[in-house]
């Protein structure tokens, strides 16, 4: 992944060129959907998604072992409405794998699926969770996003540079089945690094998603305009209590499961 950097970023620079000129003045041809106003970066914590493994399956990456994710994976990247609404399945455009070849090994690492079920797709069937996300969320990001690799090749390197992992592990809070950390202090760390408020999701008091909200030229701004803020300045999505766990995940044959910072590859973005 590292290798190729040089070549992303110049791809970035090209899709972030292509996206601009978009904005200003490209013809919608997502469908009759109306365009979207900004962009949601849902990322999920694989600790809290992963203890609810029941059996393993080759895509699930819950169960690789000491190869399992130890930081938060890309849910997805979601065009979302002010109004709280959002856009689906926006044209018949159906997933190729063949057309994201090159990005294959940083989507297993950074974007996996973290369940060993077929996911929808808009054409009445099953598919793989990127096939998912890109039929429901990503053909509705046109005309920022033009086209299947556009959309999965941004989504990676807005979550590289927007790294939450490493906002809350330099502020003190790592994996543990026994800590219970401040969701203000959780929500005050994403603060200062990125100056917009995330939305918060959790389940059974662990923290399951964090969100993220762009506009449309990959600026953070905050969420869904009229959302309520608590008073710990936190937008709630789930049921998410004042002390929250970060738990850590053993993997079928691990003996535990370490924290590891991992180093992804510095990318500049647009």
Known sequence: MASSSSLLRLTVLAVAIAAAAAVAGGADDGGNQREFDYFKLTVQWPGTFCRRTRHCCASNACCRGSNAPAEFTIHGLWPDYNDGTWPACCSRSRFNEKEISTLVDALEKYWPSLSCGSSSTCHGGKGSFWAHEW?????????????????????????????????????????????????????????????????????????????????????????????????????????CPKYVSLPAYVS???????????????????
């Open 135 to 239: 039929e429901k969320h990503g053909t509705c990001s046109f005309p920022v996003l033009r086209d299947e690799y556009s959309y999965f090749l941004i989504a990676l390197n807005v979550y590289f540079k927007y790294n939450v992992t490493k906002v809350l592990n330099d502020a003190g809070y790592l994996p543990s089945n026994t800590e219970k950390y401040p969701l203000g202090g959780i929500v005050s760390a994403i603060q200062n690094a990125f100056h917009v408020t995330p939305e918060i999701a959790c389940s059974n008091g662990a923290l399951e998603e964090i969100y993220l909200c762009f506009y449309k030229d990959f600026k953070p701004r905050e969420c869904a305009v009229g959302s309520i803020l608590l008073p710990d300045m936190s937008l709630l999505k789930g049921s």
């Open 252 to 270: 079928p044959g691990q003996a535990k499961t370490e924290w590891i910072a991992s180093s992804v590859p510095q990318i500049e973005v647009l």
